[in-house]
């Protein structure tokens, strides 16, 4: 996985006139610029409840309007990564391996290798590009294109403006996944008719790990500094939450982290649905995904204020 910023930075060297035409952001009504009364409530209490309202919806429009120059580059490059591990792996190494034993409430169910990785690459590729989208695109915004300060110029809080960036990169990793899907379909992976209910649930994916990749961001210093979520995070990750192999294989205390992870929740939920059937203690795995975004959104709302109000 190659950590470089994200292709849609150099698009956005246009001004704030330019990336808010026809959102509302810079519009003559509303209450005075909230710059500083961002920076005194972040001073106050970093750490108090999120003060959110509507005004988030103009930032994510903003991104959308961006994002449009460049489509198409930004889907193949976000599906291409995922498609070539579902081919390599899944064709290549799954003639070798055949099927893979799962254990179902059903009992052990031997199921394709290519259906097997489909189901977590899937959640894979929704963490992958939520994660590069609140890291690399919202660092460029928020430090090195100084967006996020011209955003808060107008009647928009620094809240409003987090919950944007971690909206908006849950829609692009629900956008990259519903095109992956697409091709699995085509491909003859799976037909299941629950596939339609992995589509919010790979929402979700997005939206949590976008969560937790905007606590990097508001630490980061640099781009270089994401190498280290990456590598020390998500790599051991994909690897520990029943991706490319069942977890079963894992040792035993290994696996009890690994039930607390939130890919293997992500992986939990949607794997079963290919398979047509019902997830497994659906409502704690979607207990974890929801407890990791509450959690991570608060600590990233607090890391946020605290270096806006430096």
């Known amino acids: 996985m190659t950590n470089t ?34 920076r005194s ?7 108090a409840p999120p003060r959110l ?22 889907l193949v490059g976000n599906i291409a990564e995922p498609l070539m591990w579902l081919v390599a792996f899944g064709y290549g190494m799954g003639a070798l391996v055949g099927q893979v034993t799962i254990a179902t409430p059903q009992g052990n169910m031997a199921v394709p290798y290519i259906l097997f990785l489909a189901s977590g690459s899937i ?52 956008f ?11 491909l003859g992976i799976s037909h299941s008719p629950k596939l339609l209910l992995a589509w919010p649930v790979l929402l979700g994916v997005g939206i949590t790990f976008s969560c937790i990749a905007l606590v990097f961001n508001a630490l980061a210093q640099g ?3 994401f190498t280290y979520y990456f590598t020390l995070f998500l790599t051991p990750m994909m690897f520990l939450s029943g991706v490319f192999f069942p977890r079963e294989q894992l040792p035993g205390v290994v696996r009890a982290i690994s039930d607390w992870l939130p890919l293997t929740n992500a992986v939990e939920l949607v794997r079963p649905l290919f398979m047509d059937q019902w997830p497994e203690q659906a409502w704690l795995h979607a207990a974890v995904l929801l407890a990791y975004t509450v959690a991570a959104f608060w600590l990233a709302l607090a890391l946020t204020r605290k270096r806006f109000a430096r």
């Open 53 to 74: 309202s509507g005004r988030w919806w103009p930032v994510f429009l903003r991104n959308l309007l961006v994002w449009k120059k460049l489509a198409i580059p930004s």
């Open 123 to 174: 959640c894979m590729s929704a963490m992958n590009a939520a994660s590069f989208e609140a890291l690399y695109s919202a660092f460029s915004r928020m430090h090195v294109q100084k967006t996020w300060d011209g955003i808060m110029n107008a009647p928009v809080s620094l809240d409003d403006v987090v919950l944007a960036e971690m909206l908006w990169a849950g829609f692009k990793a629900l």
């Open 5 to 38: 910023p994200n292709r849609e930075s150099a698009e956005e060297r246009d001004d704030l006139i330019e990336g808010t035409h026809g959102t509302g952001l810079a519009g003559p009504k509303g209450p005075p610029p909230s710059r500083g009364v961002a």
């Open 223 to 225: 781009y270089d500094f």
């Open 176 to 186: 990259s996944v519903t095109a992956i899907m697409a091709v699995m379909l085509g």
């Open 41 to 47: 409530a972040a001073g106050g209490a970093h750490f």
